[in-house]
């Protein structure tokens, strides 16, 4: 069985290169510890063992925010969105799927680290959507060059990104705009009338709240009647991997309670979710 890492934790080191080089200092983990780690994790609710984990994979984290630093935010508190990331992606992971942890929280550190940089990057969000965000995040290294992008340079971003190219003029815009300030900041009088004074928060108003609360509704009621469409297997499936109020079975155990094998789970599931996104996107 694994011993339990024995390191200073490096967030009780002082400076940034201090945090980094103790980081860097925990030693990889073999495939067979890492097992036994997130097992002991998993099983028997061992902290230290969850401890190991994370410690072992710091340097992943550092190397994740150091490509995020061309948007101007402090390098540790990029690194520290993507710790969040790292100890949900050591909560959720499963020893038994086959993969390596590195391989499963890479995506829980990106998709934190991203969170954080469209709340503070900007006043105002500039990627609300999907496609949007995507936008957001390979403009900037597709970009060639700092000038405006040409025509032909929108149409090949366009292209290999899947949007629209006057999205992409839109998106480059608003990435190279100036930040706006909400209070006045000078003694001018048309700076006086700063958008602090005009702007609302709509969120508590009656007919938006009203509207939410109805979009809650017929978001329930389509899952339910997404649910009622599918077979008695497939409903059992879906409900016992994402809609269970305790912890979610795994594609093992629900091999074993049907009697096949987990990838053939897997491919119930996975055909199960592709008819309820299509009932709902009809319902919607």
């Given at each position: 069985m694994a011993?339990?890492?024995?390191?200073?934790?490096?967030?009780?080191?002082?400076s940034l290169d201090a945090y980094i080089s103790a980081a860097n200092r925990f030693p990889l983990l073999?495939?067979?510890?890492?097992?036994?780690?997130?097992?002991?994790?998993?099983?028997?609710?061992?902290?230290?063992?969850?401890?190991?984990?994370?410690?072992?994979?710091?340097?992943?984290?550092?190397?994740?925010?150091?490509?995020?630093?061309?948007?101007?935010?402090?390098?540790?508190?990029?690194?520290?969105?993507?710790?969040?990331?790292?100890?949900?992606?050591?909560?959720?992971?499963?020893?038994?799927?086959?993969?390596?942890?590195?391989?499963?929280?890479?995506?829980?550190?990106?998709?934190?680290?991203?969170?954080?940089?469209?709340?503070?990057?900007?006043?105002?969000k500039i990627a609300?959507?999907?496609?949007?965000?995507?936008?957001?995040?390979?403009?900037?290294?597709?970009?060639?060059?700092?000038?405006?992008?040409?025509?032909?340079?929108?149409?090949?971003v366009a292209k290999q990104l899947g949007v629209k190219p006057e999205e992409v003029v839109e998106m480059e815009t608003r990435i190279g705009g100036g930040d706006v300030s909400l209070e006045a900041t000078g003694d001018d009088e048309d700076e006086r009338f700063a958008p602090i004074a005009y702007l609302a928060d709509l969120r508590d108003e009656p007919s938006q709240a009203l509207e939410r609360k109805q979009m809650a509704r017929l978001q329930d009621q389509g899952l339910k009647t997404a649910l009622a469409k599918l077979d008695n297997r497939s409903r059992h499936i879906v409900e016992r991997r994402w809609l269970t109020d305790g912890e979610a079975s795994t594609l093992h155990e629900l091999a074993a309670e049907h009697g096949v094998s987990a990838e053939r789970i897997r491919q119930i599931e996975a055909k199960a979710m592709q008819k309820m996104k299509g009932h709902l996107a009809a319902a919607m």
């Open positions: 011993e339990t890492l024995s390191f200073p934790v490096p967030s009780a080191l002082g073999t495939d067979v510890e890492e097992k036994d780690f997130a097992q002991r994790f998993r099983d028997q609710g061992d902290v230290e063992a969850a401890r190991a984990l994370v410690l072992s994979h710091l340097r992943l984290v550092i190397a994740v925010a150091r490509g995020y630093l061309g948007y101007g935010l402090p390098h540790a508190d990029l690194i520290q969105e993507g710790n969040v990331g790292l100890m949900k992606a050591v909560k959720r992971f499963d020893p038994d799927r086959g993969v390596r942890l590195v391989s499963f929280a890479i995506h829980w550190i990106k998709a934190e680290i991203h969170e954080y940089i469209l709340r503070n990057w900007r006043l105002v609300t959507t999907k496609a949007q965000r995507k936008l957001f995040f390979n403009l900037r290294s597709m970009k060639t060059r700092l000038s405006t992008l040409s025509e032909d340079e929108v149409r090949v």
